[in-house]
C-alpha cells in the first residue's frame, strides 16, 4: 500500500469578498462535480500598503520587493497565495488544491491523493494547460504529468505540505 492512501485532498478557492458572482458560477461548478471546497478571502490591492513594499514586511512572512503602487493587484494576488500557504503549513495539511475562483475546471479533483497516481516525490502540480512539460508521462486514465519549464499560472495547482513549505521559502520575498 502507498502512505498516500486515503490521505484527503482539500480544495481552496481564493475569491475576493466582493466578487459572489465568480463565487456562484464556481460553487454551481465543484457542486457539479461533487468537490466540497473551502473559500480562502483574497487580500485586495487596495489592502496592500504600497509605500512599504521593498521596506518592511507587510505581514509575518510576506515582503513585497519590485513591485510599483499601479501593480497592487498583481502583488496582492501573490500575497493570497502567500496566506493560504501559510495557512496550509500552521494546519499542517498533507495535500491541497488551490483554485482561483476564475479556473476553469473540466473534471473533478481526486478526492484521495492516491488517485492523483503522482510520481513519488510530486510537491506540486501544476493544474493548467498553461504549463510547458517536457516529455510528459501519459496515463490513458489521468492527466499527464512532466517536469514544469517556463512557468505557469497559479490558476490551480495540487500542492503538499512539504512543497507549501518550500514554495514559502522561495516566496520570500515575493517578486
Known amino acids: 500500500d502507498s502512505p498516500l492512501v486515503g490521505e484527503r485532498v ?18 454551481r ?34 515582503f513585497v520587493k519590485d513591485f510599483d503602487e499601479w501593480s497592487r493587484n498583481e502583488a496582492a494576488c ?16 498533507p495535500w ?18 492516491a488517485d492523483w497516481l503522482l510520481p513519488e516525490d510530486a510537491e506540486i ?7 510547458l512539460t517536457d516529455e510528459p508521462s501519459v496515463d490513458p486514465e489521468f492527466p499527464a504529468y512532466g517536469p514544469v519549464r517556463g512557468g505557469a499560472g497559479t490558476e490551480g495547482y495540487l500542492i503538499s505540505l512539504e512543497g507549501a513549505r518550500k514554495l514559502l521559502r522561495v516566496l ?4
Do not use: C, K, Y
Not at 493560504?84 to 495539511?93: A, G, K, P, S, T
Not at 502540480?125 to 504549463?131: H, I, K, N, P
Open 10 to 27: 482539500r480544495v481552496f478557492v481564493i475569491n475576493l469578498d466582493n466578487d459572489s458572482d465568480r463565487l456562484r458560477r464556481f460553487t
Open 29 to 62: 461548478v465543484m457542486e457539479f462535480f461533487d468537490v466540497p471546497f473551502e473559500r480562502w478571502p483574497a487580500t485586495r490591492g487596495s489592502d496592500l500598503d504600497h509605500s512599504q513594499f521593498n521596506i518592511r514586511p507587510l505581514a509575518p512572512g510576506i
Open 78 to 93: 501573490g500575497v493570497s497565495h502567500i496566506r493560504l500557504l501559510q495557512h496550509i503549513v500552521r494546519d499542517e495539511i
Open 96 to 113: 491541497a488544491v488551490v483554485l482561483e475562483d476564475d479556473a476553469i475546471v473540466r473534471r473533478a479533483p481526486p478526492h484521495d491523493v
Open 125 to 131: 502540480v501544476m493544474l493548467s494547460q498553461r504549463a
Open 172 to 175: 520570500m520575498p515575493l517578486r
